[in-house]
């Protein structure tokens, strides 16, 4: 298979994941309490994270307007393969333990728990060509801060425990080992992310 193909066969699988896992869940949360709580999810960094990779895997098959080509497209796989990859090993570490979802639910996590993540690992290490620097970190991780210091509003403000390490009645002051062990994991997925490249880099020329 040529590597043309590959990619689109990938961001293909990519895009139908994404849209199912996501239209399954806001599909389930509809049913339970209405349009308004089925779009409600969107709340959440899973469903963000793969929102975002679902727009990224739409816009580079349809390459629209040349899309791919462009240099801020460019830098975005890695940023999106490295959110989309703490939402995969944040739910396997943290959350997967204590889950109790069934039926489509758990169909719609798996997919954008598990399937989304590896899949666009696989894509992030065949079709990244760009040469990542460390210092890169900085700005990818602006997203991520952001979202830690919504969690906190809305923990605070509104006692909405998007997850269980925002839970200040439950924890406490330990809420605070928890969001500095999320803002480590963050800086591990990015440095690996840019350190395997620059061994993959090495790799290929050599």
Known sequence: MRKKDLKKLILALVLITTVQGIGIDIYVNSAEGGIWEG????????????????LYALLALINFRSMT?????KRALTPVTSYIMLTGITFL???A???NSQGLQRVASDLLHYLVPSLMFFYWIVFEERELQYSYIWSWIIYPFVFMFWGLYLAIMKEDYLYPFFDINKL???IVPYLAGMTIAVFLICSFLVFLRKCL???RIS
């Open 97 to 99: 333990p204590t889950s």
């Open 93 to 95: 570490i943290i959350l």
């Open 201 to 203: 880099s090495v790799h």
């Open 69 to 73: 080509e462009k240099e801020w497209f």
């Open 172 to 174: 406490g002051i330990l």
């Open 39 to 54: 779009l409600s999810i969107f709340k959440y960094f899973t469903l963000q994270s793969n929102a975002l990779v679902m």
